[in-house]
């Protein structure tokens, strides 16, 4: 049995992934680059690199109302057909307040779920993270259904972790 190399497991980890396309794709934004930039990206990247089919980043006010909404994978109709943004009630709900990642096998049998809003797509594989912002969770990252219809892994968490610590670095510097 063979060791796989130190050099093949370094190109392979999850954190240094989500690192170099993140370097990569901020390069490209222009010098004074927006919030709502950087943040598009980072749920660009989280849908992208999990190869989800689905990614949402929203931030929060104190009172957990969402002030800014950015999504990949859903088409603008979609959104438009949506009254509010969602809002991380039910099984989102959790890691708004307490901070830790959420990893759901299917979203819609967990015991806080209600049911997707009108025009809401249905969802089955969920995963999320916080996002940090002076010590508060001010939103949350998460991304749904991989496209090849598997859940998600640790791998994707530690990618959604890695692009969420970016996020709250904007939110903190940058939205508040």
């Given at each position: ?26 390069a490209k934004l222009p010098p004074r680059r927006t ?142």
């Amino acid at each position: 049995m063979s060791i796989p190399s130190l050099d093949h497991l370094i190109h392979r980890d999850p954190e240094r992934l989500a690192l170099r396309a993140l370097a990569r794709r901020l390069a490209k934004l222009p010098p004074r680059r927006t919030p709502d930039m950087a943040l598009q990206v980072v749920t660009d990247l989280s849908k992208e690199l999990t190869r989800a089919r689905y990614a949402a980043l929203a931030v929060t006010d104190r009172q957990d109302r969402t002030e800014g909404f950015y999504t990949a994978g859903v088409e603008q109709a979609a959104m438009d057909r949506l009254r509010t943004p969602p809002q991380g009630h039910g099984p989102l709900g959790s890691l708004r307040y307490d901070g830790k990642p959420v990893r759901f096998d299917d979203v819609r049998q967990h015991a806080k779920a209600f049911g997707f809003p009108p025009a809401h797509p249905e969802m089955q594989h969920l995963c999320g993270v916080a996002i940090w912002a002076r010590g508060e969770v001010r939103g949350a990252l998460y991304i749904a259904d991989r496209i090849d219809g598997k859940p998600f892994t640790e791998a994707d968490e530690e990618i959604l972790t890695t692009l969420a610590a970016h996020a709250s670095h904007v939110v903190e510097t940058e939205w508040y």
